[in-house]
T-cell receptor, first 113, second 111 residues
Framework: NAGVMQNPRHLVRRRGQEARLRCSPM?????VYWYRQLPEEGLKFMVY????????ESGMPKERFSAEFPKEGPSILRIQQVVRGDSAAYFC???????????FGPGTRLTVT | DAKTTQPPSMDCAEGRAANLPCNHS???????VYWYRQIHSQGPQYIIH???NNETNEMASLIITEDRKSSTLILPHATLRDTAVYYC????????????FGKGTSLLVTP
């Protein structure tokens, strides 16, 4: 039973480009969460999605960031016009039920040059 | 969610029990105590959670005081692979989602 999968594992973008981060939840999980970890800091919640719905995006920056979890396919975290401050590790987690244990993927490390 | 306080770092000798404390003095009756750990640069790993009874699984034991104001995560026989940052998180069940990771305790297991 594969765990949470994220790709790419490492992503380098120049300032102004777009970054797309993908997350495939564990089999049978329909709840997805995105977290960001800035260098030398703890993880911060960004957004919680269920299939085709954004439930809570209170941790998402108001501009340039968006997330989706379509009926088919992985969840996508999209960052438009990246800036150096977006450089971080982005972790996705999934759970089987709304308040269940969250299982994390290996993360995507975004570097903006 | 209630705030938690953990020591920033701890050491433990390999093979010994590692006892990681957490204070959550403002915890309310419907809040659970969760423990996660993050091994260097990897995604956080769920360890255990509990409400008021002590809990044990294949990874660890969780001891919660009777007044629920503090808890201790016990790794019974620490190995070098247990070196990680351990996070104690208090969360209301049915609150849905966000885990509030603080700074955690950096545990170093030494040979």
């Amino acid at each position: 039973n594969a765990g949470v999968m994220q790709n790419p594992r490492h992503l380098v973008r120049r300032r102004g480009q777009e970054a797309r981060l993908r997350c495939s939840p564990m089999k049978g999980h329909s709840h997805v969460y995105w977290y960001r970890q800035l260098p030398e800091e703890g993880l911060k919640f960004m957004v919680y999605l269920q299939k085709e719905n954004i439930i809570d995006e209170s941790g998402m920056p108001k501009e340039r960031f968006s997330a989706e979890f379509p009926k088919e396919g992985p969840s996508i975290l999209r960052i438009q016009q990246v800036v150096r401050g977006d450089s971080a590790a982005y972790f996705c987690a999934s759970s089987a039920i709304q308040d269940g244990e969250q299982y994390f993927g290996p993360g995507t490390r975004l570097t903006v040059t | 969610d209630a705030k938690t306080t953990q020591p920033p770092s701890m050491d433990c000798a390999e093979g010994r029990a590692a006892n990681l404390p957490c204070n959550h003095s403002t915890i309310s009756g419907n809040e659970y105590v969760y423990w996660y750990r993050q091994i260097h640069s990897q995604g956080p790993q769920y360890i255990i959670h509990g409400l008021k009874n002590n809990e044990t699984n294949e990874m660890a034991s969780l001891i919660i005081t009777e007044d629920r104001k503090s808890s201790t995560l016990i790794l019974p026989h620490a190995t070098l692979r247990d070196t990680a940052v351990y996070y104690c998180i208090v969360r209301v069940e049915n609150s849905g989602y966000a885990l509030n990771f603080g700074k955690g305790t950096s545990l170093l297991v030494t040979p």
